[in-house]
């Protein structure tokens, strides 16, 4: 690996770039590049992952500044070679989701009867990223699927970033035309703005040869360059999203918003509370439909059973906790979305309780206690008292989707009631790996 030489004439490493230590870690918010000292601005909460890098004062001007003059050298054109050629009236996409949740998207398109084409998955390290074709009409009902995160239109996909020479190529793509054909499905802005703000948003899978605020300075100019009205600051009318992935880079508009993930119906919030696009897959997984009568015992404030009532029509809809405060926020989340809910307060574990006021439910979805705050035996015993009573209440060939840290507890604890738990995906919930396990109930 080449060594640079800093301003005392020492030698220093690629990895000791000057932004910070962690420059190439985690994400990346950037704008042009800053000439003088360096400088860090504040943490945002929305994004408590990225890192903001330094910007100049004026960053208007850097943004017009036209890219250098082009390398006299021949370069070959980027050509990104799908699977099969896109259809004339198609557009290609992107759905970001919470790590693990990628494939569940995808099933929830194919619940929606959303048909896309030429479908590509990829990890990143905090998130799943899915790209696909579909037809421009059909545009709109990607908005409905609620286990993602956020939408974006394709402008880049594929370009090959194995080193830093390869951003001259990036900095001479012709992304004007593509960006203006995004802004319809973004929408209206909501006011009515002389100039546009733009911003650029860095993501990665792993460590590169190539450094994202590198990347982020190429598209910052590149886009300046194309839209001299346009000024790069936050917060942005228009975000473009760049995730560098296996030596290639792929970028969208962002079409949405973070009200896109962040539910209107929810009352109020409590410590561990599941995040909405998360309880939405925990839905998809038990396959809804409805004729299902479906239950969450430990319901806390709602978050499954709202996304359950959001999805369609159920028999019946029962949800119980044992804290009364978090009974009543899922009240009054059940009454914003207007949808008939049967909520209670009860012990979970008490199998009297469940046959009396929801005996012969075909469909659980629960989110079991774990974490830091829980010992493992109190979990192994509330773990086997929970399924015996659930076992007793739940209709025979009934569906439990369960969710939880303790995987190795909650298979010994089904086996002890005689139940048998299969794992049906692995995903990280709030810094932790987890474990959503499917159990069937074999006994009425």
């Not at 949740?101 to 998955?121: F, K, Y």
């Not at 970028?251 to 209107?264: N, P, W, Y």
């Not at 206690?369 to 979990?379: A, C, I, M, T, V």
């Amino acid at each position: 690996m080449k060594a640079r030489r800093n301003s005392t004439g020492r030698s220093q490493s690629r990895s000791s770039a000057p932004y910070s230590k962690d420059s190439r870690k985690g994400d990346l918010r950037h704008g042009p590049k800053r000439n003088g000292p360096k400088r860090h601005g504040p943490k945002r909460t929305s994004r408590p992952s990225s890192i903001r890098a330094p910007v100049r004062k004026n960053a208007q001007l850097a943004a017009r500044q036209r890219p250098a003059k082009p390398d006299p050298r021949p370069i070959k054109q980027a050509v990104f070679v799908r699977p099969e050629p896109t259809a004339s009236g198609d557009i290609r996409l992107a759905l970001l989701t919470a790590p693990g949740l990628g494939p569940w998207a995808q099933r929830e398109m194919e619940l929606r009867r959303i048909v896309v084409r030429n479908i590509s998955s990829y990890r990143l390290r905090n998130h799943d990223l899915v790209t696909f074709d579909i037809a421009r009409g059909l545009a709109p009902s990607v908005r409905e699927l609620r286990v993602v995160d956020d939408l974006f239109t394709i402008i880049v996909e594929g370009f090959s970033l194995h080193e830093p020479a390869q951003l001259r190529r990036l900095g001479r793509m012709e992304l004007k035309e593509k960006i203006l054909k995004s802004l319809p499905l973004k929408g209206e802005r909501g006011n009515k703005k002389r100039a546009t703000d733009y911003w650029v948003f860095v993501k990665q899978d792993r460590d590169h040869e190539v450094y994202r605020h590198e990347v982020a300075d190429v598209l910052v100019q590149n886009i300046g360059a194309s839209f001299s009205h346009w000024r790069a600051q936050e917060p942005a009318d228009v975000e473009v999203w760049a995730f560098m992935i296996e030596g290639r880079l792929t970028a969208g508009v962002r079409l949405t918003d973070i009200s896109f993930r962040q539910r209107k119906y929810r009352a109020g919030e409590r410590p561990g509370a599941l995040r909405p696009p998360l309880a939405a897959a925990l839905v998809v997984m038990s396959d809804p439909s409805p004729e299902d009568r479906f239950i969450d015992p430990m319901c806390g404030t709602g978050t499954i059973l709202c996304e359950r009532a959001l999805w369609g029509a159920t028999e019946s809809l029962v949800g119980g906790d044992i804290d009364h405060e978090a009974i009543e926020i899922a009240r009054q989340s059940a009454k914003i979305i207007d949808r008939p809910v049967e909520l209670y307060r009860w012990d979970a574990t008490d199998e009297e309780a469940l046959i009396e006021n929801a005996a012969g439910a075909t469909v659980l979805v629960c989110n079991l206690p774990f974490g830091k705050r829980f010992e493992s035996s109190d979990l192994r015993s509330l773990y086997k008292r929970a399924l015996k009573a659930w076992r007793a209440s739940l209709a025979a060939g009934a569906r439990m989707i369960l969710l939880t840290s303790e995987r190795d507890i909650l298979r010994s604890a089904a086996l002890d009631v005689g139940l048998k738990a299969r794992t049906l995906t692995v995903l990280t919930t709030q810094g932790l790996r987890a474990t959503v396990f499917e159990v069937r109930n074999g006994k009425g």
